[in-house]
């Protein structure tokens, strides 16, 4: 105890707390001291606490004098070391989280390139960020400006450009920052939209090719260096069963080179059709909603480049986990496809989906009978060209075939089986049926078209960038055919 004379001051309980009586501030005299004082109005006696027996603690000191209870409680130095830095930092860490998002947000997926109508070029990307616009600058020919912005989708940022002419065109993402300003993402990044008519272009069809294997990135790597100027995809894009948490290893990013720069078509594979009935795919892409009435759209498209007509079908049976039934197939699309590849005058017709009907893979060597019989005859007599299918994981090309014959160069339907992806390989038959003129089962490939007006050479090309089958059809050859 020690004794202090009355009346200096009262109730010395710097961080306050709660008394019996009135409570003030600590006298300056005694803020350097080394030990808290609790005194009491009427009293005289005081209880000296040194400081650091009182750090944590409610403080009880008890009036001799006038024997009532004086409460006080003590924040120690360091909680409010820690209170105050959390106040300090809280606002100063919210306003860098959210200026890190607005101007350096990440980008998830893409930026890919599609083609979602007739001169139209579709841009899409996901990134993880907060509350931010996306923006899409696009320059084409003759130094045509254009810009789009787009506010994000559960993640996803899809802009779409109408009107354009075909050509060749530049295009950068970027991301709206703190005061509207755009800050570029990605790019610029180039991209031919389309070919005019008469116009030479390379596309690219390949198939089952993703379970993110070393050997799917390296095909991809690849085939982005044959420069396509469009890519068509047989199906199973995303393995083991397209998932939509499967897209970003499995396919954006292997993918991610050759996506930016090349618009990329995809039809749905058996695997990808294993998760809502192929919807992550399709949710994915920004397709031609040009399809046949009553089925969903995006299942079945078609779209044009250059001198050709590409049709992209949904091969899956409701049976097998598709959308389609085998009636429908017969009924709804094999009329639309007959009308679409009738009423063009494109030179060159291609169509395209998984499931082949003329194969002999020891894989699936019968063949899709039920899509033979929904399409074969109306491909022959719409004038197809060329039928590229997947599912079989090897290369193989038939004959010109026409009403289950072989037939001369020109004069009937040449099918490509692609679907040596990246995946794996299965073997051919042996031998082989008599319709297969080339095939290869022991590297993985891809097809390139070189695409001109009155010709189209037919290349596979393996792992390595060298090809293993030249294939030419000559439109001389396909007019002499009657049709
Ligand atoms: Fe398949």
Redesign the pocket.
Known sequence: MVAVPSGIGICVTPFSGRSGRSLRSEPPSLKAASFWYARFDSGSMIRPIPRGNVSQQRILCQSVAQGYTLMSKKISKTRRRIAIGILVLAPLTAVGYTWNQRTQPTLLTGPMVQLPAANALAVSWTARAVFTAGWVELTGPAGSHRECRIEPDNGKYEARFDGLTPGAYTYTIFNEGLFWRKVAMSGPHQVRQAATRGEGFRFIAF??SGNGSNTQANLATVLTRQEPDVVIHV??LVYPAGAAKDYRLNFFEPNAALIRSVPFMPSL???DVASDQGRPMLEAFTLPENGPKGIEPERNYYFDYGDARFVALDSNRETEGGAITHDQMKTVVAPWVRSVLSDCDARWKFVYF??PFYTGSSHAAEGAAYVKEAYVKVFEESGVDVVFC????LFERTAPIKADQIVSDGQGIVYVTT?AGGVSRYPEQDPPPPYIRAFNDTVFSFTRVDVTADRLEIRQINEFGEAIDTYTISHQAKRSEPR
């Open positions: 198939g089952d199906g199973d594979g058996n695997h998984h499931h997947g599912h079989n994981h679907g």
